[in-house]
């Protein structure tokens, strides 16, 4: 069943990535098309992410089974952050090493965007079975790295604006509600965790 | 946007004009909105005309300037300055008007006026981001040069672009145009100049002093706290993988005309 909704769901998720290419090179990205790209990547990165976090509580509520969707959704989000990465390295800086250099050495906005990648690197390494096997326990405990991804995310985007604005102000809320709504499972896998202490 | 008569001034010889549906169709102007697009699609309610310009405060002869006469006059030259935002990126504008200095002359300033203040309008039954809930900012739009600054010939007052008069989002009918600071000092609409003794608050050193201060003045050495001034993105490209990214100059290339103003003076204390 999981393997006929990917052949789908896939392609599906790259979609934004395409038209967003399409629409680049068609002159309809407007006057700054670069900065449009580049931040476009980073809102559809971050949007996998909530929709990822999301499943989970979603589930409850309406029951239908939607944790098989974590896997895609949290590998779209990495690869959308990757490309947000790329846009930003290739067309804004055009490899301007110097630039590239300082940025992530001395402005903390840079540096939380990276380290948020950096979260969801050995998550998107180790989302499949193997390693799901391998890792046993410690894959859960590795996969909450995305609870850091996610806050780090979020105010790397609220700090992509030069003032509080609308968009990022409905996105820090979602990410807020979808924290909330894990709260107990957040609390209790905490507790687990502390309980196997001596 | 109505034709004007304009001649040729100085400073615009070598410079190719952005195309102009970028320069009218990409603005900062949060009065109309926060997104670029906001301005030209949310200023169709602004009424421009009549504007009356009122330059007072430490002057001998108080000034109200009837800007549709202006408009209407043979004294607007055409300036081709290059534009360079704050936010890294950069345009070339063919605009038309008259030297602030010309203006200030008629006013005679006293002799203790060192600082001139802008003061943009306040129409939120016109300018929907003014009863926006977001931005922080609190109208109107203020800004503010030293006397020296504002007396130089470079500072223009734009009454046009393209020799016509100026679209409702690049800041109708009268706006400020320094070349050699980031764009966020070309205050737009502007409905009073006042001569002061001390220096005015100014609406983006208010909203972030560690960001944005009172001098304003373009420079590579001196990075924004969240991105490099070193260079800029050239607005102009059609497409996406076209775009090209230049290296920004000393005072935006107006070293020549502008940097004894600074003499002495740290700029990276002074940014």
Redesign the interface.
């Known amino acids: 069943m999981r393997r006929y909704w990917s052949v789908v769901l896939y392609p599906l998720g790259l979609l934004p990535a395409v038209w967003l290419v399409l629409q680049g090179q068609n002159g309809d990205l407007g006057a700054d098309p670069v900065n449009v790209f580049e931040r476009s990547l980073g809102l559809w990165a971050f949007r996998f992410l909530l929709i990822c976090l999301a499943l989970a509580p979603i589930q409850r509520l309406i029951g239908f089974n939607l944790l098989r969707f974590r896997r895609l959704t949290g590998l779209l989000a990495f690869f959308y952050a990757v490309l947000h990465l790329a846009a930003y390295v290739v067309l804004d800086l055009q490899f301007d090493v110097r630039i590239f250099w300082r940025d992530l050495t001395h402005r903390p906005f840079i540096i939380l965007g990276m380290v948020a990648l950096a979260f969801l690197l050995p998550l998107a390494l180790t989302s499949n079975r193997f390693s799901m096997k391998r890792l046993k326990r410690s894959w859960k405990r590795l996969h909450r790295f995305v609870y850091g991804a996610a806050v780090l995310a979020g105010i790397h985007f609220f700090l992509s604006f030069k003032t509080l604005n609308g968009t990022s102000a409905l996105y820090l809320s979602l990410l807020a509600l979808v924290l909330l709504a894990r709260a107990p499972m957040i609390w209790s896998g905490f507790r687990r965790k502390g309980a196997r202490q001596p | 946007a109505d034709a004007l008569k304009t001649h040729p001034g100085p400073y615009s010889g070598g410079l190719a004009p952005t195309p102009e ?2 320069v009218t ?2 603005n900062n102007f949060y009065e109309f909105g ?1 997104e ?2 906001d301005p030209v699609s949310h200023s169709g309610d602004f009424h421009p005309l009549p504007w009356t310009l009122e330059i007072s405060g430490m002057v001998k002869k108080p000034q109200r300037l009837d800007v549709g006469a202006l408009l209407k006059s043979s004294d607007i030259e055409e300036r081709i300055y290059r534009m360079r935002c704050v ?1 890294a ?1 950069s345009m070339v504008i063919p605009w038309d008007g008259i030297p602030l200095a010309k203006l200030l002359q008629a006013a005679e300033p006293e002799s203790g006026a060192k600082y001139v203040a802008f003061e943009s309008v306040v129409r939120p039954s016109e300018m929907p981001g003014q009863s926006s809930a ?4 609190s109208w109107p739009y203020v800004e503010g040069l030293r006397l020296d600054e504002a007396m130089n010939p470079l500072t223009l007052l734009a009454v046009g672009i393209y020799g016509e008069s100026l679209p409702n989002q690049n800041g109708a009918p009268i706006r400020l145009v320094v070349p050699w600071k980031y764009g966020f000092k070309g205050i737009k609409s502007i409905q009073r100049i006042r001569l002061l003794d001390r220096q005015p608050p100014t609406t983006w050193n208010r ?2 002093p560690s960001e944005y201060g009172f001098y304003a003045n373009v420079n590579p050495q001196v ?1 924004h ?4 001034q ?2 800029e ?1 050239v ?7 076209g ?1 090209k ?1 230049q290296p920004t100059l000393m005072f935006n290339g107006y070293g020549e005309q502008v940097a004894d103003l600074y003499r002495g003076m740290n700029l990276h204390d002074n940014f």
Request: aromatic letters at 18%; glycine letters at 10%; charged letters at 30%.
């Open positions: 549906e970028f169709g990409y926060m670029k697009d936010e990126w977001f931005s922080g900012i909203l972030a990075d706290p969240r991105w490099s070193a260079s993105r607005i102009g490209s059609k497409t996406l993988f775009t990214r």
